[in-house]
């Protein structure tokens, strides 16, 4: 029996005209009952316990979806999806096991209608990656080796009115750390951490900080 994901949370939270700054994924798992908050990234909650070392005074000392909301909303930050629907090839939560049956195309009006200038994707240019699924999927574009290797390009305003950057973040997931020790972002930064017993976690607390300040 196929496993099919409809997401929860598009149509709860969409994107509001007066956001600035905008965060996408892919999808959330399959199973809603695992889930630590009933929001996007609620499953782990790894993005917004990163947020929330880089920003205590926002959130406070408890990580709730309230704290979240206030946070989001203060910052002037959306949050979105590519993929309204997909197929489970497994029980995996991967972007690579999955299927999309329906891509999230209102979320080009939704941008239109707002003062959105940066795009944060979570995932970036492989199969399903949130990042691949926009930029080549829905706006119809190609991913060149330049952007690959900046990780980063902005879009003309004939797209959405105005220029947007489109960013692709570095994963906040803690199973990524071992990717993260490899980028040159960390090398050319890893001198600032030495008297740290955690220098990678407060790396990663200083990147999001400045993403989203």
């Known amino acids: 029996m196929k496993r099919i994901t409809r997401h929860l949370y598009l ?8 956001a600035e700054k905008l965060i996408v994924g892919t999808i959330h798992p399959h ?3 695992q889930f630590q908050l009933p929001f996007f990234y609620g499953n782990r909650l790894s993005l917004w ?3 929330q070392q880089a920003f205590p005074d926002d959130f406070g000392p408890e990580l709730t ?6 946070f989001l909303q203060k910052h002037r930050i959306a949050m979105s999806d590519t993929i309204r629907e997909c197929v489970r090839t497994n029980d995996s939560a991967l972007d690579q096991d999955l299927i999309p ?3 999230n195309w209102e979320l080009i009006d939704q941008i239109r209608q707002s003062q959105i200038r940066e795009i944060f994707f979570t995932s970036g240019f492989q199969k399903n990656n949130a990042f ?6 829905i706006l119809g574009m190609k991913i060149t080796k330049e952007i690959r290797k900046n990780r980063e390009v902005m879009l003309s305003p004939h797209i959405f009115g105005r220029p947007v950057k489109l960013t692709v973040l570095y994963s906040p997931s803690g199973a990524a750390n071992r990717a993260w020790a490899q980028t040159q972002i960390w090398k050319d930064n890893q001198h600032k951490y030495v008297d740290s017993p ?3 976690q407060d790396f990663k607390v200083d990147y999001y900080r400045e993403k989203f300040s």
């Not at 979806?65 to 206030?70: G, K, P, T, V, Y």
Request: charged share 30%.
């Open 31 to 33: 199973d809603k009952s």
């Open 132 to 137: 691949k699924l926009f930029y080549v999927d």
């Open 101 to 103: 049956t329906r891509l």
């Open 65 to 70: 979806l309230n704290s979240i909301l206030n």
């Open 11 to 18: 149509d709860k939270y969409p994107v509001k005209p007066e």
């Open 198 to 200: 955690t220098p990678l």
């Open 49 to 51: 316990k990163l947020l």
